[in-house]
């Protein structure tokens, strides 16, 4: 068996060098000796001087900015530390046999991989950003409380240490076991990190003898004081401190997000104290709180998760806001549908509260409670998806830059969806109970919180680069980073709702060796992300030496549509004043959304109904087929979750005189997908409501998917009745979108007389 600890810590000092041995080169290079001599005395004792003044300076700061820039330096390093711990877990599960790590280790990292994620890594960066760029994008000086929230942040490093305390104190027991006698160092050989998982759950977490649970503990209610006084300052700094022309209609989206998500730490962290100071006590004290005679260990869970539900919208929140802040940027169009992303992050934060149950499914709560918090569940699906469906708005009929954060911006769009609509499985009962063990709990929640949040930070970091640093990142290696970690978390969690799905149990170093091929697919994913995220630090760093300066106050032409924002005109001011730079002018301005403006034809065309679908039959066609193709995934899935009987489609065969063949009805149900849909679609579109012909596309589509669930119904009842009727309208929702943006991009690539 491998020791962690050495393993971890070497990885750590490892990285660490790197980025040190870096930052020499890079300043050696930006200092090079003017007559090529040597190093003076005196020039060694300068630098130091300047290092010690940059040291006070970061250490008594209370600037928003570099408080941002603090708060982000320290999410980035423990992201890195819990990542380790990721890429450890998965190593351990290239092999069916625990060979690597011992079980114990094994429950460790998988323990202190989620407690650092969620708590240290997470939420310190979305602070980070705040701290950095909600006064710029809201007119204010500062926060509102620049002393608190310097407080606030440098709560959060002992409490990082308190938490991970048993590696740091079982490598320094490793090391002085070399000099010093193993009874005299009894206590650093005795604590290890905590391996109780990270929900901590009762009664395990009260009766394990581990020290380091305590520490752990302490750590963690830290980290609740430092996210509560974060959050009041937010909540004050956008109330109090916006500039009179920001009114609540005018502030900006990524500052919304971060007002609710302060609401939701606001009530959900103090909860989270009491109930650790309550295990504390329970472990040190011997009162009952979580004891089978007190409170239970059912009172653990219920006030963990009530805390636990809506810390991942915490932690989601923020990234919808960059979402909405960066997308429009890169498509050349503003926001589709501002208010109604406002109020779907509220009815978020809301619903948020109310779900905390459907992690209980499996627990005994009574029938009566499972079916109000299933129902909730479901329904929180709905301002998730409206996000998304504006989203997919914002970007119809843009001109795209495929930029690096453009690119992050539309995987993570994908991610979120599949991750999105897995979930709303798992809020029904009976399928939670099914899943609930296993790793498409894994996939599913991974699907969310990496496929939207890290991969919204790295397209913020792009995006807002050169406003922070005043330099150019390497554009084409963010490029190949941004389709890197895509395709790397869709290997790895795709493949781990695969296995999930065919029942395969997570929290497990020993499994069955016929899911080896898929845990070594899913490892090199992993690897992958791995990889991509250390190309994206090390294009940061190094870029911040070694970029190209940025020589205009519109580095992203954001003039041209209109979306010269707050933070942006800051910028432009300040480059005005220190480099006395003209303000950039736009060549030209483009079109942003302009919802006025009617189709004037779906193809483009102009004339008669029978004169459109005679010249655009084969632009039909080829729309047909792409949506049908994308409908066929919705149906295979009903197909293999045995909701929708594949023999149904031997009546179609049947209808035309072929016999009952399901092969040639599938065939003949393709032939209607391409042709006969796609050309009724465009004779009858003009008469369908939506203003964009995406919106006419839908409801096409779900007019029609009546017609399929009458057709090929085949008995299914309760809950494959449910599950027949859903993928039968996701299917066709599909074809719909599908159809519908081949035709918007061909007519696009059509005459220009034809366009709006």
């Excluded at 009815?347 to 905390?356: I, N, P």
């Excluded at 919802?595 to 729309?623: C, D, F, W």
């Excluded at 489609?649 to 149900?669: H, K, M, N, Q, R």
Aim: charged share 15%.
């Amino acid at each position: 068996m491998t020791d962690r600890a050495v393993v971890q810590g070497t990885l750590l000092a490892l990285l660490a060098g790197g980025l040190l041995v870096l930052w020499l080169r890079s300043r050696r290079a930006v200092r090079a000796e003017s007559d090529g001599g040597y190093t003076t005395r005196e020039e060694i004792a300068f630098e130091v001087d300047r290092l010690q003044s940059q040291l006070y300076r970061w250490l008594t700061t209370t600037n928003h900015r570099d408080i941002g820039v603090l708060y982000i330096v320290f999410g980035t390093a423990a992201g890195l530390w819990g990542g380790t711990d990721a890429m450890m877990l998965r190593t351990e599960l290239l092999t069916p046999p625990a060979d690597i790590w011992t079980p114990e280790t094994y429950n460790a990292l998988f323990t202190t991989h989620g407690l650092t994620m969620l708590i240290f890594f997470v939420l310190p960066v979305f602070f980070g950003i705040g701290n950095y760029f909600v006064p710029l994008l809201i007119g204010a000086d500062d926060m509102a409380f620049p002393r608190v929230n310097a407080i606030g942040f440098w709560l959060l490093p002992p409490a990082l240490l308190l938490a991970r305390m048993g590696l740091l104190v079982q490598v320094g027991g490793q090391v002085l076991s070399l000099f010093l006698p193993e009874d005299a160092i009894r206590f650093f050989l005795t604590v290890r990190e905590v391996s109780v998982g990270w929900t901590l759950y009762a009664p395990l977490s009260v009766q394990q003898p581990n020290p380091q649970i305590d520490l752990l503990l302490l750590g963690l209610h830290l980290s609740g004081i430092a996210t509560t006084v974060g959050a009041i300052n937010f909540i004050v700094t956008i109330a109090y401190e916006r500039a009179d022309a920001v009114s609540w209609g005018d502030l900006d989206i990524f500052s919304w997000n971060m007002l609710v998500t302060s609401g939701l730490a606001l009530f959900a962290f103090p909860l989270l104290g009491s109930a650790l100071v309550m295990l504390l006590l329970d472990r040190n004290l011997g009162t009952a709180f979580f004891a089978t005679g007190g409170g239970g260990p059912i009172l653990w869970q219920h006030l963990f998760w009530f805390w636990g539900h809506p810390e991942v919208y915490i932690l989601f929140l923020p990234a919808t806001g960059l979402m909405s802040t960066v997308l429009p940027k890169f498509v050349g169009r503003k926001l589709f549908g501002y208010k109604f992303i406002v109020y779907s992050t509220l009815g978020l934060g809301v619903l948020s509260f109310g779900v905390w149950a459907h992690h209980m499914f499996t627990s005994g709560v009574d029938p009566r409670l499972k079916a109000s918090f299933m129902a909730i569940s479901i329904a929180i699906a709905v301002p998730s998806a409206i996000k998304v469906f504006n989203w997919l708005t914002t970007m119809w009929d843009g001109e795209i830059d495929t930029s690096a954060p453009f690119i992050l911006c539309a995987g993570s769009i994908g991610t979120f969806i599949v991750g999105g609509v897995t979930g709303v499985f798992l809020a029904v009962v009976p399928i939670d109970i099914l899943y609930h063990g296993t790793y498409y709990v894994v996939g599913h929640f991974h699907l969310i919180v990496v496929g939207i949040i890290p991969f919204m930070m790295m397209a913020a970091g792009y995006y807002w680069y050169p406003l922070m640093t005043g330099r150019w990142y390497d554009r084409r290696l963010a490029k190949f980073q941004s389709g890197l970690v895509i395709f790397g978390s869709t290997v790895t969690f795709m493949t781990l709702l695969v296995i999930g799905g065919l029942g395969l149990p997570r929290r497990q170093a020993i499994y069955p060796p016929e899911y080896q091929v898929a845990n070594q697919i899913a490892t090199v994913g992993a690897y992958v992300i791995g990889l991509s995220a250390l190309l994206w630090l090390y294009n940061m760093v190094a870029s911040y030496w070694r970029g190209d300066v940025v020589r205009t106050t519109d580095p992203w032409d954001l003039k041209a549509t209109n979306q010269f924002t707050r933070e942006w005109q800051w910028f432009e001011e300040r480059m005005i004043e220190k480099y006395d730079l003209e303000p950039a002018t736009p060549e030209s301005t483009r079109r942003a959304y302009a919802p006025e403006l009617e189709p004037i034809g779906m193809l483009g065309g102009v004339g008669s109904v029978v004169e459109n679908v005679y010249r655009n039959a084969g632009r039909a066609a080829v729309g047909g087929f792409v949506g049908t193709v994308l409908m066929a995934g919705g149906l295979g899935t009903a197909v293999v979750v045995d909701v929708l009987d594949p023999a149904s489609f031997g009546e179609i065969a049947e209808l035309v005189g072929l016999g009952p063949d399901p092969l040639l009805g599938t065939l003949l149900f393709l032939v209607g997908g391409t042709v006969t849909w796609p050309l009724l679609f465009l004779a009858f579109s003009d008469y369908l409501p939506g203003q964009l012909m995406f919106e006419t596309g839908l409801v096409f589509a779900t007019l029609i998917s009546t017609g399929f669930a009458v057709a090929f119904y085949t008995g299914q009842a309760g809950l494959a009745l449910v599950g027949y009727l859903g993928f039968v309208l996701v299917a066709h929702w599909a074809y719909g979108l599908g159809l519908t943006v081949t035709f918007q991009y061909l007519r696009s690539r059509g005459p220009r007389e034809g366009r709006r």
